[in-house]
């Protein structure tokens, strides 16, 4: 099945800091989610990203289809941006989401 | 409006104890989804229903484990006979349409003793 990978695993950055998150597929997928755990442990959907380039405030995200990756950009990080972030996608017809492992974002004070 | 809710929160059972975990999607959503997450690890995939119908169990992990969602609303994930290694975060996920963005609620907890 297909493959996801994270990079970097863990992330520790001061607050007001920028940051990249790449997720990498092995094959094709239809549409592609990021997701941030937070503290508590809840899923917050991020962006829905099959292709192209979104931006929401401080967050921004690019997916390049055709090469099978997608970046997650972070400006100016705050507290309350730590947590695990996860990129998942679907194959190409199928409907369950495969997850990467995650990258930790630790930003401190 | 409401977001995808499920109950209880947080179990605790006894290693042997069945335990049914519900999920409530959001209004109208055709798909809905179940993910187990362990401790450091991405959610993976269990089953997954288009209104009533189980289109895809392939990632239960033995027949302990089953899904309902009779009137293609609330689902139902049941537990039978549980074994420590089945602790872990249970998610639902439900998305509008087929191939939609999913949306998760705030997990169930599963501790098995």
């Known amino acids: 099945g297909i493959q996801v990978e994270q990079s970097p695993p863990d992330l520790i950055l001061q607050e007001g800091a920028n940051s990249t998150l790449r997720c990498n597929f092995s094959?094709?997928?239809?549409?592609l989610q990021w997701f941030h755990q937070n503290p508590w442990g809840q899923l917050i959907n991020l962006f829905y990203i099959p292709s192209g380039t979104k931006q929401n405030g401080r967050l921004s995200a690019t997916t390049v289809a055709t090469e099978r990756y997608s970046l997650l950009y972070i400006s100016s990080s705050q507290t309350t941006d730590s947590g695990v972030y996860f990129c998942?996608?679907?194959?190409?017809?199928?409907?369950?989401?495969?997850f990467g492992q995650g990258t930790r974002l630790t930003i401190n004070p | 409006g409401a977001g995808v809710s499920q109950s209880p929160r947080y179990k605790v059972t006894k290693r042997g104890q069945d335990v049914a975990l519900r999920c409530d999607p959001i209004?109208?959503?055709?798909?809905l989804y179940w993910y187990r997450q362990a401790l450091g690890q991405g959610p993976e995939f269990l089953t997954y229903f288009n209104y009533e119908a189980q289109q895809d169990k392939s990632g239960l992990p033995n027949d302990r484990f089953s899904a309902e969602r009779p009137e293609g609303s609330i689902s139902t994930l049941t537990i039978q006979r549980t074994e420590q290694r089945d602790s872990a975060m249970y998610r639902c996920?439900?998305?509008?349409?087929?191939?939609?963005?999913?949306?998760f609620g705030p997990g169930t907890r599963l501790t098995v003793t």
């Open positions: 094959d094709s997928v239809n549409n």
């Open positions: 996920a439900s998305s509008p349409t087929g191939d939609g963005e999913q949306y």
């Open positions: 209004s109208g959503h055709v798909s």
């Open positions: 998942a996608g679907p194959t190409e017809g199928a409907q369950k989401l495969v």
